[in-house]
């Protein structure tokens, strides 16, 4: 298994590995990947297996501000490099690969990153199901999001450092 940062090259492979664990209301599209590939590759994680096929990955942007907004998932030019916060879009993992740890490995190192990069935290969204997986790894729910991403019920989430 190895830990990777994006290129524009997995954007087909990315798309896809979003369709299959995202409805189509909430997924990135491959112009959603395309672009925030642009603006930030390094804010991609990805882990392979050992014959180089992506089965997992977390993306997301770094902002100023600790609260997700829906308008980061469509405009990439929000990013800002120097900003407090970590946010975390998607956490991806192909169906057949899932309940092996391998989204709790990408998590790990997100948060390892972001604390090298001086953040002040890491910050997401997730479905009610989700908000006990996401607090094994330490982030804590603000309760019920004012994200209408998908038309979904969100909560937020996040890791304070």
Known sequence: MKIRNATINDLKELT?????CFPSEEAATEEDFKARLKVYPNYFWILEDDFGKIISFVN???AGSKNLIDEMFENPNL???NGDWQMIFGVNTLPEYRKNGYAGLLLKQVIKDAKKQKRKGVVLTCKEKLVNYYEKFGF????ISESLHGGAVWYDMRIDF
């Open 60 to 62: 997301g942007m770094v």
């Open 140 to 143: 804590r729910s603000y309760g």
């Open 79 to 81: 990013h800002d490099k």
């Open 16 to 20: 896809k590995i979003e369709a299959k």
